[in-house]
């Protein structure tokens, strides 16, 4: 396999992975280009890359700048905006947790804080109170983890990870 083959390999399956950690496949094809770049690039040059119209080129931009996966590169002499991706790995890993924490975690947290409201008094909603206890439960161990996760350096991360793996 030569570079080029390995560069598409690797957007494909960047891209592939989107579903996983909430994303469109665009968003993550993008942010895949972008990690692999030696150089910024303008909008101009993922459009031709990867083939995409330019307002799915701008949507995805922006939302990856907002997760905080891609910053803004200015160049002397240049109007046009040309974008980054962050290259530390493990800081990409605890920005995607970050955002997937707010987007999904978060609100399930604030859900079950509203049914665990409704008051028990017979068998089926006792079986209820008790379901929404233990998914809270759950919730807030794994809001916990996430949160320690975000707030670590990477060296953290990594010692944390290899004595999992012992």
């Not at 399956?13 to 692999?36: E, N, P, R």
């Not at 493990?90 to 924490?101: G, H, L, P, T």
Request: aromatic share 6%; with cysteine; hydrophobic share 45%.
């Amino acid at each position: 396999m030569n570079l080029e083959e390995g560069k598409l390999k690797f957007i494909e399956t960047w891209g592939g992975l989107a579903g996983s950690w909430g994303v469109t496949k665009t968003m993550a094809q993008i942010h895949a280009l972008l990690l692999i770049s030696t150089k910024p690039l303008c909008a101009d040059q993922v459009i031709d890359e990867l083939g995409i119209s330019r307002g799915n080129a701008n949507m995805n931009i922006r939302e990856l700048i907002d997760w905080g996966l891609v910053s803004k590169v200015g160049r002397e002499n240049d109007r046009k905006e040309y974008f980054e991706a962050e290259k530390d790995i493990w800081e990409v890993f605890r920005m995607i947790a970050v955002q997937r924490k707010k987007r999904e975690l978060q609100p399930v947290v604030i859900a079950l804080d509203e049914l665990a409201k409704v008051q028990a008094g017979c068998n089926e909603s006792e079986a209820f109170c008790k379901m929404v206890k233990d998914l809270k439960l759950i919730s807030c161990r794994a809001d916990a983890v996430l949160e320690q996760i975000t707030k670590k350096e990477s060296a953290w991360l990594l010692n944390g990870i290899v004595r999992l793996t012992k």
